[in-house]
Each structure stands twice: as structure tokens, then as C-alpha cells.
Nanobody, 119 residues
Framework: QVQLVESGGGLVPPGGSLRLSCAAS????????LDWYHQAPGKERVLVAR???????TYAGSVKGRFTISRDAAKNTVYLQMNNMKSEDTAVYYC?????????????WGQGTQVTVSS
């Protein structure tokens, strides 16, 4: 059973920075992709950033240039560095990983961490 544990959420003023961490219970190279999603109240969960096994990254247009996804393989951890934060970044942030076994793709989610951008 794979576990993903997020940490690092909290309250930050507009223009501030925050770094989220997601620790996996197994090697992060077991996964096809490691992602960060966010979900604002009353809205759908949206992909914010993706890091694939090869190290390629993808970002939502709203965060491009402000957020950076990275990994530390030795710690089995993926990070989301969030800079120049805006009120619209307020949401619950979820770590996600997917893994292929034979022909089946398995999805794993963390419990979520609240991020609030407010003065």
C-alpha cells in the first residue's frame, strides 16, 4: 500500500512563499508521475504541477513562473515551491502519484494540506 503524506501548508500573505512537501512510502521512481493538485471550496480538483519519471515538468498556466515542482529521490519526496502567492492560490493542495502494474494504472492521493493566502 502506497502512502503519500503532505506537509507545509499554512497561512501566507499575498506575495509570500510557501513550500509543500509530499513524502512517499516507496521510491518515487516507482511512479509514472508525481503531481500537485489543488481544490478550492466549491470547485473541482485541478492539476497544478506535474513531474514525470524522466524529470519533465508541466504547470498550469495560472502558476507558471511562480511555482516549481522538484524531487529528492534520496528522501522519496516531491516538493512544490510556491512564490509570489495570490489569493486565488487558496485551496487544499493534494499530492498525487500514479503507477502502472501490468496494464492497470493505480492512483494514489495524499490527505491534503490547506494553503490560505490572505493578509
Amino acid at each position: 500500500q502506497v502512502q503519500l503524506v503532505e506537509s507545509g501548508g499554512g497561512l501566507v500573505p499575498p506575495g509570500g512563499s510557501l513550500r509543500l512537501s509530499c513524502a512517499a512510502s516507496r521510491s518515487i521512481f516507482d511512479f509514472n508521475n508525481l503531481d500537485w493538485y489543488h481544490q478550492a471550496p466549491g470547485k473541482e480538483r485541478v492539476l497544478v504541477a506535474r513531474l514525470n519519471r524522466s524529470g519533465d515538468t508541466t504547470y498550469a498556466g495560472s502558476v507558471k513562473g511562480r511555482f516549481t515542482i522538484s524531487r529528492d529521490a534520496a528522501k522519496n519526496t516531491v516538493y512544490l515551491q510556491m512564490n509570489n502567492m495570490k489569493s486565488e492560490d487558496t485551496a487544499v493542495y493534494y499530492c498525487h502519484a500514479d503507477q502502472t502494474w501490468l496494464t492497470t494504472v493505480y492512483d494514489y492521493w495524499g490527505q491534503g494540506t490547506q494553503v490560505t493566502v490572505s493578509s
